[in-house]
C-alpha cells in the first residue's frame, strides 16, 4: 500500500527529510548528572534512527538555572558539544534528520534538582500543578537578557554538534510558555501586560536563535516551536491566546510548528461544546504559512495518514517509536503484520531503553505504554518533575 507519509518534505529553507515520519521529543532522563551525553542516549536514537525523516531529540537545557530534571541533557556550555556531536551522529543515520528540543524549565523545577537554589519564572507565581509545586522567583530584567542570549548561544552549540536544527519547547507549561500565560506571568514591566506583550519573551528568543543560525550555519538549519493548545488554570492559556500566538509564529522566522497532545483529535479541555479538533484550528490559522508537526496517539500507519488527512504536514510518533525502533522501515518493507505494538518488560533493554527510563515507563507511563504483561515493578512517579515528552496521557 501506499502512504503519503512515505512522501518526502522540504522545508522553505532547503532542509529535506526523506519521509513525513516524525520521532517526538522523548526524554530518557539518562545523561550524566552534569548534563553531559551517556552512552545509553546515544544508543536508544542509533536504534531508532534510520527510518524516520526526522528525530527531534530530547529535551537541553540552555542554561543551569533552566534544568528541570535529573538525568537531563544540557548544551550550556561549550564543553557539551563533543558529547551532542556523538548524540546528532547516532541520530543521523541512514539520512534522519537530527534536531534537538532547547528549553529552560523555569517553576517546573525545584531547589532539589537546582541544587539549593529557587526556581525562578516570568513571576514568583507558584504553580497550581502538581500539588507540591515550589514557589518561583521572578526573574529580574538582566536575568531574562541573559537567558534570551544563553538561547542563542546553546543554538551555535547545536550548530557546531552537527544537529540540523532546534526546537524552542514552547509546550508543557516551561519558562517560554510561562512568560505566554497570564496564571504565571503578570509582570508589570515590558515582559508582561495583555496578550500581544506576554508574547514578547518568545519573540526575543527567536530572534536571538534566528541571529545565532545566521551568524554561525553553513548549512540550511530549522528552527522549530512546539506549544500547547491550552492550560486548564484560570487564569490561563485558551485557544484564541494559541492561535493568535500561532499567527504571531507564521509570521516568524521559525520554520515550523509542533503541537504537543496527547491526541491528535483532541478538542477543546475548557470548551466542552466546541467540538472541532485542535489540530483543525491550528491548520486553518496557520493557512499554509509554515508546515505544522501533528501529534497524538499515532500508533498504526492508519493512524498517520489519519493525521495528514486532518491537514498536518508532518506526523510525530513518541510511544510507538520506543515500542517499534523499526515502525517506518517496515511499513516500507510491506511488513506491517511484524509491527510491535505492545511492549514486554523483557524487551527493553534488547529495544536499547535505558534503565532510567524504563522505570518511568514502569510506573507513571504503564497504562498507555501497551504492556504485554504487569511489569510487577511499578513505581509511583506521577509526580516526577520530569515529563516524557511524546508521552503526553490520553485525554
Not at 529535551?59 to 564543553?79: C, H, R, T, W, Y
Not at 524549565?105 to 537546582?114: Q, T, V, Y
Not at 515502525?327 to 533493554?349: A, C, F, H
Amino acid at each position: 500500500m501506499t502512504y503519503k507519509f512515505l512522501n518526502s518534505f522540504k522545508f522553505d529553507n532547503g532542509v529535506t527529510l526523506k519521509n513525513r515520519m516524525v520521532m517526538s521529543p522523548t526524554t530518557t532522563m539518562s545523561s550524566f548528572y552534569n548534563g553531559r551525553v551517556t552512552n545509553d542516549e546515544i544508543d536508544f536514537y542509533g536504534a531508532r534512527a534510520g527510518g524516520v525523516g526526522m528525530i527531534i531529540g530530547e529535551v537541553a537545557n540552555v542554561i543551569a538555572s533552566g534544568k528541570g530534571f535529573e538525568g537531563e541533557l544540557s548544551i550550556a556550555d561549550d564543553g557539551d558539544i563533543p558529547g551532542l556531536a556523538k548524540l546528532a551522529n547516532s541520530m543521523k543515520q541512514n539520512g534522519t534528520k537530527a534536531v534537538l528540543q532547547i528549553f529552560h524549565a523555569g517553576r517546573k523545577s525545584n531547589d532539589s534538582i537546582l541544587r539549593g537554589q529557587q526556581p525562578v519564572s516570568a513571576s514568583a507565581v507558584k504553580a497550581a500543578f502538581p500539588a507540591d509545586s515550589q514557589e518561583p522567583r521572578a526573574l529580574t530584567a538582566d536575568e531574562i537578557d541573559e537567558i534570551i542570549v544563553a538561547f542563542g548561544d546553546a543554538t551555535r552549540r547545536a550548530i557546531a554538534a552537527g544537529f540540523d536544527g532546534v526546537e524552542l519547547h514552547g509546550a508543557n507549561t516551561y519558562l517560554l510558555q510561562q512568560f505566554f500565560s497570564p496564571n504565571s506571568n503578570q509582570r508589570t514591566d515590558k515582559w508582561g501586560g495583555d496578550r500581544d506583550a506576554r508574547m514578547g519573551f518568545a519573540k526575543a528568543v527567536i530572534a536571538s536563535v534566528h541571529q545565532a543560525i545566521v551568524a554561525n550555519a553553513d548549512r540550511p538549519f530549522l528552527l522549530g516551536y512546539r506549544v500547547s493548545p491550552e492550560e486548564i488554570e484560570t487564569p490561563g492559556i485558551r485557544l484564541a491566546d494559541t492561535l493568535a500566538f500561532v499567527d504571531m509564529l507564521a509570521d516568524s522566522d521559525v520554520d515550523y510548528v509542533h503541537t504537543s497532545m496527547g491526541s491528535a483529535h483532541r478538542t477543546s479541555l475548557n470548551d466542552k461544546t466546541d467540538h472541532e479538533p485542535i489540530l483543525t484550528k491550528l491548520v486553518k490559522q496557520l493557512a499554509g504559512r509554515k508546515p505544522l508537526i501533528g501529534v497524538g496517539s499515532v500508533e498504526k500507519p492508519a493512524d498517520a495518514e489519519d493525521v495528514l488527512g486532518l491537514g498536518a504536514d508532518l506526523v510525530a510518533m513518541g510511544r510507538e517509536m520506543i515500542r517499534e525502533p523499526q515502525w517506518v522501515e517496515k511499513v516500507v518493507d510491506g511488513d506491517e503484520t511484524s509491527i510491535r505494538y505492545q511492549l514486554s518488560p523483557s524487551e527493553m533493554d534488547e529495544l536499547k531503553i535505558p534503565r532510567a527510563m524504563q522505570d518511568y515507563l514502569k510506573g507513571a507511563f504503564y497504562s498507555v505504554m501497551h504492556f504485554t504483561t504487569d511489569p510487577n515493578t511499578a513505581v509511583d512517579y506521577q509526580n516526577e518533575a520530569a515529563p516524557m515528552e511524546g508521552f503526553e496521557k490520553k485525554m
